[in-house]
């Protein structure tokens, strides 16, 4: 997928049909899964290059999409556009293509994890706004955000990796922890996958940094480090768990951790924004190295 190419006046009428001045229940109308964005019929989902993208990065976005998390779907669909503007304006990566990931309770939920395909266009935004949003979760102190990481580690292809050696970015949102491990029963119910055992989440951890920069953006927004879980996250990802104090910021963090993956300075990225945006982006990347030199502590390294 990922063919055409993103067109303001394309997210200019969609957002006002779909999006601008509506509130999240009628952004996101679906009430249960598409069955085209059900991991279990999922082969592969595909980052390609092509005529209109001859070199391509993968981008995965997983968003929480439990009760609790209205305020960072609102935001969003609806600073999508500023958010892709940016990424086509700032270049920190050639030819974005972005998948969307709904992410629940693996252990309670109807749809654990939804999957949208790599685009380009405004199939972006399309897609994103298909998927449900099932406000479930459970009151187990973690939501199943390694399934993206099972996802994108052995149900994608991409040219980046397979052409080039580059490595895609994959971020996960959320407020809160993450498990242990995946379950095989678990992996089996949301995947359709037979694995012979349990997965710890640090094993999938790094066998999806092979092909993958990974992020986990931990949601403070009037939430504290205990409802998040910030030193668990810590201790897995060392800088990389990012902590988010505006969610409104969100697009302009994760495009500023873009460019602080192709090794742009730390201080010139957080200067490039202004006032409120720039305080969020300083709190986000103030963790990380000044310059790309493999000095980031954890498991995974620039």
Not at 78 to 89: A, F, P, S
Not at 184 to 199: M, P, Q
């Amino acid at each position: 997928m990922g063919y055409g190419s993103w067109s303001s006046a394309d997210w200019k009428k969609y957002s006002s049909a779909k999006i601008s001045g509506k509130q999240v229940s009628d952004i996101y109308k679906a009430t249960s899964i598409d069955a085209k964005y059900d991991p279990k019929n999922i082969k592969i989902r595909e980052s390609l290059d092509s005529a209109d993208h001859p070199v391509t990065t993968p981008v995965i976005i997983g968003l929480d999409v439990t009760g609790s998390m209205g305020d960072l779907l609102d935001v969003t669909a609806k600073r999508l556009g500023t958010m892709v503007k940016d990424i086509i304006e700032r270049q920190p990566v050639e030819g974005p293509q972005i998948m969307f990931c709904a992410v629940g309770d693996s252990r309670c939920d109807r749809a654990p994890l939804q999957a949208t395909q790599f685009e380009s266009d405004i199939r972006i935004a399309s897609q994103l706004t298909d998927l449900w949003f099932e406000r479930g979760g459970g009151g187990n102190n973690f939501e199943s955000y390694p399934l993206v990481w099972y996802l994108a580690a052995n149900k994608t292809k991409t040219d980046a990796w397979d052409k080039r050696q580059k490595k895609g970015v994959i971020f996960t949102l959320g407020d809160d922890g993450y498990p242990e491990k995946l379950l095989a029963k678990e992996i089996e119910k949301v995947f359709g996958d037979y694995v012979r055992e349990d997965v710890s989440t640090e094993a999938l951890l790094a066998q999806v940094s092979r092909r993958y920069e990974v992020f986990h953006l931990m949601v403070m927004d009037r939430r504290s480090e205990s409802t998040v879980k910030l030193p668990k996250w810590r201790e897995l990802m060392g800088e990389r768990a990012i902590s988010v104090t505006s969610v409104e910021a969100i697009p302009e963090i994760i495009v500023s951790l873009l460019e602080s993956v192709a090794g742009r300075d730390t201080e010139y990225i957080i200067n490039s924004w202004d006032g409120d945006t720039q305080l969020a982006v300083r709190n986000a990347l103030g963790g990380l190295p000044a310059k790309k030199r493999g000095m980031l502590k954890g498991i995974i390294r620039f």
